[in-house]
């Protein structure tokens, strides 16, 4: 066994020269917890595996972790190192770092917290709150920048530092996260339950007024009465119709064949008329275009003429002899007075009169397309009437010869009518109730958001509330703290407000942040310190109450102050009320404190290291 040593509650002191291994023994404390480390020093990597027992709020447990990689799982005994070193294999758990993909099974995250009467993530996606992230709060090694406030790591993001600082300081995240979840879904989920409604809605023929299921029975229970009704007439139709009724069913026939013939005409008449006018109307889509082709070149030859001006001959264009010279403003081919404003106004006689009839034309068009659309409405309408007169005279006369053969091929006519509607009612009243479900749904999601915002709220609330009271404590502390450090930085002498900042991992003191790298040390040991004290007071915070500090005199800590530092954090554990335990590591230990019962295994040195015989 390379190391074995008891360590008690409150402070514990492993002090030794440096290079003597304390770190190394601190990085064994971190692994064995369940932090991801891997960087293991020579010595280090000879050993096999590391031997926790861990006391717990809600029980002791002893944990198991082969020295490996980073992900190297845990095996777990639920009781003390004592009694697991005579126990089998069987009566160890072995669980993962990380919660597995399935989240079927636990992983050593949520026995950890389980044991620590921390709240465990509800679900695998917001599982990446694990036991490596609490710890790089409660772990500050020598590696990180005195800065920082977590231990750094390369993937690291703010979401997860903030998740992890409500965490420890008793803010229940989670349930706001799973609540603000649940919230969006619901309101997608109600959104589409919306649009179907609405989609079946408009799907409903809301002139007949069928708008419920109640209503829809009525028209059905009609629709069989009148079914009955007609196939009682069927099965009577010799009592019905009498032999006088030929000669009337004769004369209807003519009456309605002449109808017929009518419409027909009156049909062609205007299928004529429309199909002249939209003749028409192409004749003037030609003349308007020709039109406008012309008051184009028009223009062209009115600007062409402007910028060529008047064309000099020397010789005459029929006989080549030379020409006189003319006076001005004269042609000199037949000496006619040249009026450019003559010429120029002609140009605008002939554009304005191709504007008028293009206008003219344009206005004749849209009467003209006035006039169509009217025939078109009025065609449809005959064709309509022409096809019902035509279809009700075949029913009745076309297959009939007698008024007993008309009456019925009228009343199969009327029956088949009714057979379709029903049929539609029936396609009608599944739309119905399924518009008496989604009806339902949407009221019961309705509900449901309200009920979720109203929690959303309690729980901002509440977040709020306990965020100022926590922090409030913890800036307290920290204050106090700062102010007994040596005079050697200012802004700590009588600071006004001491913060932490998770989401940025920042300490500040009156809104600072930088300051000499021996003073960051003291302010980084004062931010997790004050956590863990805040945590011995208030029983409201989730923090393990465990520190492991290896930087308590790094970044050139001058003796002086170190020694200072560490009378600090012994005297504020004793003053606090929760049990807790801190573990820190120094090669320049207070004199005073080598009798105080603190310390933990001899004083290493070079030739007496933390690890033996390895």
């Known amino acids: 066994m390379a190391y074995d040593e008891l360590f008690h509650r409150g402070v514990n002191i492993i002090r030794g020269e440096n290079g003597s291994g304390k770190s190394t023994i601190a990085d064994f404390i971190f692994y064995g917890l369940g932090g991801e480390f891997d960087r293991w ?34 095996l777990v005994y639920y009781g003390s190192l004592e009694e697991s070193l005579d126990k089998g294999i069987d009566d160890w758990q072995r669980v993962p770092i990380r919660r597995p993909s399935s989240g079927l099974d636990l992983s050593f995250t949520q026995i950890a917290f389980r044991a620590a009467g921390i709240p465990d993530a509800p679900n695998a996606a917001n599982s990446n709150i694990t036991m490596h992230q609490l710890l790089r709060l409660l772990y500050a090694d020598q590696q990180t920048p005195p800065g920082k406030l977590f231990r750094f790591e390369s993937f690291d993001t703010r979401e997860i530092r903030e998740t992890v600082g409500q965490l420890v300081i008793g803010v229940n995240g989670y349930d706001l996260y799973e609540s603000l979840i649940k919230l969006r879904e619901v309101k ?32 059905l229970g009609e629709l069989n009465t009148r079914k009955v009704r007609i196939t009682n007439e069927i099965r009577t139709v010799d009592s019905i119709v009498e032999e006088d009724q030929a000669k009337k069913f004769v004369a209807e026939r003519q009456v309605m064949r002449r109808r017929l013939q009518k419409l027909a005409g009156e049909l062609q008449g205007s299928e004529q008329r429309l199909s002249d006018l939209e003749g028409e109307q192409g004749e003037i889509n030609q003349f ?36 006189s010279d003319k006076q001005a403003q004269h042609c000199i081919v037949c000496d006619e007075i040249i009026d450019e404003d003559k010429a120029k106004s002609k140009y605008f006689e002939l554009k304005v009169d191709h504007e008028l009839q293009i206008r003219e034309s344009r206005q ?36 009939s010869n007698s008024p007993r053969e008309a009456y019925l091929a009228e009343r199969y006519k009327l029956l088949g009518g009714l057979e379709r509607e029903a049929e539609y009612m029936e396609e009608l009243r599944a739309t119905l109730q399924r518009i008496d479900e989604l009806s339902v749904q949407r009221s019961t999601l309705n509900d449901e958001i309200a009920l979720l915002e109203a929690k959303i709220k309690r729980l901002e609330a509440s977040y709020m509330a306990r965020v100022a009271k926590a922090m409030n404590l913890v800036g307290t502390i920290g204050k106090r703290i700062l102010t007994k450090d040596l005079k050697r930085q200012e802004a700590f002498e009588n600071p006004t407000a001491f913060s932490i900042n998770f989401g940025d991992d920042a300490m500040l003191v009156d809104g600072k942040m930088n300051f000499a790298e021996s003073s960051n040390v003291v302010l980084k040991n004062t931010a997790i310190l004050s956590l863990l004290l805040a945590a011995s007071y208030d029983a409201d915070f989730w923090h393990p109450k465990f520190l492991l500090m290896d930087n308590i005199e790094d970044k050139g800590m001058e003796e002086k102050r170190s020694h200072n530092y560490q009378r600090i954090l012994i005297e504020e554990s004793k003053n606090a009320k929760f049990p807790h335990q801190i573990i820190f590591t120094t090669s320049m230990l207070d004199p005073t404190l080598e009798p105080s019962g603190l310390t933990v295994g001899p004083h290493y040195t070079r030739q007496m290291k933390t690890l033996a015989n390895v």
């Open 41 to 74: 020093k020579d010595a280090a990597s000879n050993c096999s595996a590391v031997r926790i027992e861990v006391e717990a709020e809600h029980s002791i447990l002893t944990l198991h972790r082969a020295v490996g990689s980073k992900q190297e799982p845990i």
């Open 188 to 219: 997608a989920d109600y959104a589409e339950k919306d649009r179907l409604y609405k989609a079946a809605i408009l799907s409903l023929p809301s002139p007949e007024g069928l708008t419920s299921v109640a209503i829809l029975n009525t028209r």
């Open 288 to 323: 308007i275009e020709h039109l406008e082709q012309q008051l184009a070149a028009l223009s062209a030859a009115e600007n062409l003429s402007f910028r060529l001006g008047t064309i000099e001959f020397q010789y005459c264009p029929a006989c080549l002899k030379p020409l």
């Open 364 to 399: 004749l068009l849209t009467m003209k397309a006035a006039e169509v659309e009217r025939l078109e409405s009025e065609v449809r309408t005959l064709r309509r009437a022409y096809s019902s007169t035509m279809a009700d005279f075949s029913s009745r006369y076309d297959v």
